[in-house]
């Protein structure tokens, strides 16, 4: 498959056109030679130095990310992000970039892994911004304690608020940066709000309006899509492709 061909996919696959108004990071071929054939692909949450390496050590022709380098505009070409993109051209690897759509997408996106993830049922969109839905509510297939939720499916939580004492049947999922949407949760009566980020304000937000909220970390909640993707590549595609992880901590 040639990229340019793996973009027209991705483009239909993602719905990726949807949120050309709405999403401020450019989804699609960042850098890329559109006549390169793709034969082996690495995914990862961030466009960074040590992404780059991997994909040079894979001997990927793309690096397919949720994070990407362009964002609105692009900053001068100067030390790191020089090094970077000429790393990109010396080994001919293409960027390929999906934010918001691989947030949104009821099978391959963040929100909608997290949710299988949980075994939640009676899911459904979850979480306007600017006008489109990006997450995801559900009910869990029986009722569980926010330490349970926590150890099982967050170890790695940055933070976690208890403000029910009493087991957790609805959720509502935005992945990454949300905290400001915990209004939405509160909103819909949900029990439970998971998020990425953490956020001081969230705590007498979440204890007055009387609901618990998981802060996952942006890193780890935003995992799930490109490994995703990765299975999707392998499995429908015939492409290799491996997910690399570079955790953040946060």
């Known amino acids: ?45 961030d466009a960074c130095q040590a992404s780059v390496k991997a994909a040079i050590e ?11 380098i362009y964002w609105q505009t692009l900053p001068a070409i100067t030390g790191p992000l020089f090094s970077l ?14 934010h918001l759509p691989l947030d949104a997408h009821p099978v391959h996106g963040n929100n ?8 939640l049922t009676a899911t459904k969109p979850f979480g306007i911004f600017s006008g489109e839905s990006i997450g995801i509510q559900g009910s869990l297939p029986n009722p569980m304690s926010l330490q349970d939720i926590h150890q099982t ?18 959720v509502g999922i935005i992945s990454g940066g949300a905290t400001r949407e915990l209004s939405q949760a509160i ?4 029990d439970l ?7 001081h304000l969230m705590y007498h937000s979440a204890q007055e309006a009387g609901i618990d909220f998981i802060c996952g970390g942006h890193y780890a909640t935003e995992t799930l899509g490109v490994k995703s993707i990765s299975n999707y590549c392998n499995n429908e595609l015939s492409i290799k ?8 901590g946060l």
């Open 1 to 45: 498959m040639l990229l340019k061909n793996f973009d027209i996919h991705m483009q239909n696959l993602l719905s990726i056109p949807d949120f050309t108004r709405i999403d401020p990071g450019l989804n699609g071929i960042q850098v890329g030679d559109i006549s390169q054939p793709i034969t082996s692909i690495i995914t990862a949450v």
């Open 241 to 248: 492709a491996e997910f690399v992880d570079i955790p953040t």
């Open 58 to 68: 894979h001997k990927a022709q793309v690096l397919f990310v949720h994070h990407g």
């Open 153 to 170: 499916y967050f170890p790695q939580a940055l933070a976690t608020h208890n403000a029910r004492n009493k087991p957790i049947k609805t």
């Open 193 to 199: 709000y998971i998020t990425g980020d953490a956020n």
């Open 187 to 190: 909103s819909a009566g949900l």
């Open 112 to 119: 909608a892994c997290i949710a299988t993830m949980m075994h």
């Open 85 to 98: 993109l000429q790393a990109l051209f010396v080994h001919n690897i293409a960027l390929y970039a999906c």
